[in-house]
């Protein structure tokens, strides 16, 4: 007779730095599983057939998520065999579960319809995969793996140029490096990883993290030219000239603004600019390296995302007052719960339903306030489905000597201009496999999407790699 397993509703907690503490640092906050909470965790996982587990239908990249999870119950008592085992397994969808583990919103995706949910807390789909990876890196299991898999791949003799190293760019280049091809990625700045580097704030993301990540791909054979601006360096036709294939991946790294009068007031940045210094070019490390950054005592943020969070839960550590301001309910926030839990917890206020209408100065050009319209949703749906909003016609004052304006960025315009290149609302179109109108090249992520998260541009990276794995196939053939 089979014994009733007993089913634990409770999620296993990750422990994190106390508040008072990560206040006044650039230090990771959550410090993640040890294998014993793993393991803890781990049990709690129903083990949903892999034909039906909605967890890896939810997941862009479609890890085998049941699969990687069973591993480490599996060899409980051999961590660094159960460790390599669910690495292998995460591997096969997912070249940067480091990185994914720790910014993918998991709530809206491979854990939203966890099957757990249905009796108790949903499994910590995303903090279990950040504990494969980190473990892995630690104890030297990802070289192992590595050395296994390095000396098997055959060489195709075919190369693939890659038009940034963000997600997407990073997840296709590891892609179709281990299907044999010779693999170069442009990128435009000075270091590789795209928004993970110069976006995701330390606390969130530790860039030694990513750096590990990108080590990984140029082992397995990519190369990565920086300071390579396509568009002016070296133009896509030129790279169609020299490489077999083409896969655009740059991302959206042009920020929206706000027309409003005043918006050219000392003290105002966009959330590009002000991420861009804290975290690419370290100025919460300042005099140390030699990028200043000025935060004011009192910040206003405009916009409720992620990249919101971010620059608002950065200031708060260079020591200031900070309100986000969004135009719309607390509902509407897009950013991860996680996000807003510890912008809250770190003493974040939030303002909601005003939306900017002036930036006000001195005499001197600086800011020291912004006038808001008051909002109120109406019945009415956009083609989100989300309420309209509409002006109350009453205004709202609020001081501040810092603005940061979080509300969305656009695609590199030096790359839709190329000729050829069919756009529509500033977005590169492509077909059902990814390709572009020119054919040979491919394209994905932010550049196909407009802003979205790291999971989906990097599920994107992976379906465009299989993609110009057949299409490259195909000529091989042909020539044969």
């Known amino acids: 007779m089979a014994v009733k397993r007993k089913i634990i509703k409770e999620r296993v907690p990750t422990p994190e730095r106390p508040v008072e503490e990560r206040v006044k640092s650039f230090v990771e906050v959550n410090l993640g599983y040890t294998f014993e909470?793993?393991?803890?965790?781990?049990?709690?996982?129903?083990?949903?057939?892999?034909?039906?587990?909605?967890?890896?239908?939810?997941?862009?990249?479609?890890?085998?998520?049941?699969?990687?999870?069973?591993?480490?119950?599996?060899?409980?008592?051999?961590?660094?065999?159960?460790?390599?085992?669910?690495?292998?397994v995460i591997w096969a969808c997912n070249s940067l579960p480091a990185t994914t583990g720790r910014v993918c919103p998991q709530e809206d995706q491979c854990e939203m319809n966890c099957v757990m949910g249905?009796?108790?807390?949903?499994?910590?789909?995303?903090?279990?995969?950040?504990?494969?990876?980190?473990?892995?890196?630690e104890n030297g299991i990802e070289d192992e793996l590595l050395f296994e898999i390095v000396p098997k791949i055959e060489k195709k003799g075919q190369s693939?140029?890659?038009i940034g190293a963000g997600p997407?760019?990073?997840?296709?280049?590891?892609?179709?490096?281990?299907?044999?091809?010779?693999?170069?990625?442009?990128?435009?700045?000075?270091?590789?990883?795209?928004?993970?580097?110069?976006?995701i704030p330390e606390f969130r993301l530790p860039k030694d993290i990513v750096e590990s990540e990108i080590a990984k791909l140029k082992r397995l054979g990519v190369r990565i030219l920086t300071d390579h601006i396509v568009g002016r360096t070296v133009t896509v036709e030129e790279l169609l000239q020299e490489y077999?294939?083409?896969?655009?991946?740059?991302?959206?790294?042009?920020?929206?603004?706000?027309?409003?009068?005043g918006i050219n007031l000392n003290g105002i940045y966009t959330a590009n600019e002000f991420l861009t210094r804290v975290n690419l070019m370290k100025a919460y490390l300042f005099p140390e390296y030699d990028t200043p950054v000025k935060v004011g005592k009192r910040v206003v943020v405009i916009g409720a995302g992620n990249t919101a969070m971010d620059a608002a839960r950065s200031a708060r550590r260079f020591g200031a007052e900070v309100i986000i301001a969004y135009r719309r309910g607390e509902d509407d926030v897009s950013a991860r719960e996680e996000e807003v839990e510890h912008a809250k917890e770190e003493g974040v206020k939030f303002e909601f339903f005003v939306?900017?209408?002036?930036?006000?100065?001195?005499?001197?050009?600086?800011l020291k306030a912004v006038k808001f319209e008051?909002?109120?949703?109406?019945?009415?749906?956009?083609?989100?489905?989300?309420?309209?909003?509409v002006g109350t016609g009453e205004y709202v004052t609020i001081e501040a000597d810092t603005v940061i304006i979080a509300i969305g960025k656009h695609?590199?315009?030096?790359?839709?201009?190329?000729?050829?290149?069919?756009?529509?609302?500033?977005r590169i179109v492509v077909d059902e496999n990814l390709m572009t109108s020119i054919p040979g090249v491919f394209a994905g992520g932010d550049a196909i999407r407009g802003e979205a998260t790291v999971i989906l541009a990097m599920g994107d990276g992976r379906r465009a790699a299989k993609a110009i794995h057949e299409y490259l196939t195909r000529k091989r053939e042909e020539n044969a």
Request: net charge positive.
């Open 168 to 199: 997407a760019g990073l997840t296709a280049a590891g892609e179709l490096a281990r299907l044999g091809y010779d693999v170069t990625i442009y990128e435009a700045l000075h270091e590789p990883g795209g928004v993970l580097m110069y976006g």
């Open 37 to 88: 909470l793993a393991v803890k965790e781990a049990e709690r996982c129903l083990q949903c057939p892999y034909d039906y587990a909605p967890c890896i239908k939810g997941c862009p990249v479609h890890i085998n998520i049941p699969g990687f999870i069973s591993k480490l119950v599996q060899y409980r008592d051999d961590p660094h065999r159960a460790v390599k085992e669910a690495l292998n």
């Open 411 to 426: 695609p590199n315009r030096l790359i839709i201009n190329t000729p050829g290149l069919k756009v529509e609302r500033g």
């Open 160 to 162: 693939v140029a890659i």
């Open 244 to 261: 077999d294939a083409v896969f655009i991946g740059s991302g959206a790294g042009t920020p929206r603004l706000i027309n409003a009068p």
């Open 355 to 366: 939306n900017p209408v002036e930036f006000i100065g001195d005499e001197k050009g600086n």
């Open 374 to 389: 008051r909002m109120r949703p109406i019945e009415e749906r956009d083609k989100r489905g989300k309420r309209k909003i």
């Open 118 to 137: 249905k009796v108790g807390d949903k499994i910590n789909i995303g903090k279990l995969e950040r504990f494969v990876a980190d473990y892995a890196r």
